[in-house]
């Protein structure tokens, strides 16, 4: 399998699925793992993954929030 470890706008526009300016505009603010080499943004793959891991919403939190909304529709 050969997977790059560091990707371009492009390559990760493609990879994540998203816009390439949400992207850029996203790694100015330093709201995604990057790094700037000159003119051009680089993302280290692995870095991504752990960011996009830890985006995910807590499940339990989540779940419990339903619940409580459940019970009160049924008062």
Known sequence: MNREKW???D???EYLKMGR???YRM???GEIPA???G???RFDREEIDLWMK???PVVGKMSAERGKRA???YD
Request: net charge neutral; charged share 25%.
């Open 71 to 73: 019970e009160h529709e």
């Open 54 to 56: 830890s985006q995910r």
């Open 35 to 37: 790094s700037k080499i």
């Open 27 to 29: 790694a100015q603010n």
């Open 11 to 13: 390559e990760l526009t």
């Open 39 to 41: 003119n051009q943004w």
């Open 7 to 9: 990707l371009t706008i």
């Open 21 to 23: 300016t949400k992207l």
